[in-house]
């Protein structure tokens, strides 16, 4: 089954976010190698367990500090929305980033995390979309079991 590449126009609010961060660019034949090194690491030594004032459950893949557009590099974190970093998180590995407040593509991707999420990219990619290469994020919604399912990616718009 495909991406459905339909998405929704929203507005939300600036978001703290709490995580891991590498930079990286999409012309780094390493990226997605590095990008799971990063997701792997987040889950296997606990810097999600770690992080204090989350305000949901879910976790964040975020795209940010782009250096111009697609072909450059940017800064990606694997992190959670916490209420306020004056709460002191214990963690000293934790990075902090903003969430731009704006207006953004609104995507649901439902499938096979791993290749849904690629194969979301590439389409993505390819789409005339006014960017504004702010703050790009994916949130991972888990269900009841402990799996995720549905992803809801948010693409900053001019």
Not at 96 to 115: L, M, P, R, W
Not at 144 to 150: I, K, P, Q, S, V
Request: glycine share 6%.
């Amino acid at each position: 089954m495909g991406v459905n590449m339909n998405y929704d126009i929203v507005k939300l609010e600036q978001k703290l976010v709490a995580g891991l961060r590498i930079r990286t660019s999409n012309g780094n034949p390493d990226t997605p190698k590095d990008i799971a090194s990063l997701w792997e690491k987040f889950f296997r030594d606990g810097v999600y367990q770690s992080i204090e004032h989350k305000v949901n459950d879910s976790t964040i893949g975020l795209y940010t500090n782009y250096e111009n557009d697609v072909a450059g590099e940017y800064d990606m974190l694997v992190c959670c929305e916490i209420d306020d970093k004056n709460n002191q998180n214990t963690n000293t590995e934790l990075e902090y980033e903003i969430i731009s407040a704006g207006t953004y593509a609104k995507f649901i991707v439902i499938g096979d995390v791993k290749n849904a999420v690629s194969d979301f990219w590439m389409k993505l990619w390819n789409m005339n979309l006014n960017r504004k290469y702010t703050s790009d994020f994916e949130e991972y919604h888990m269900d009841e079991e402990g799996n995720c399912n549905e992803i809801h990616i948010y693409i900053a718009l001019q």
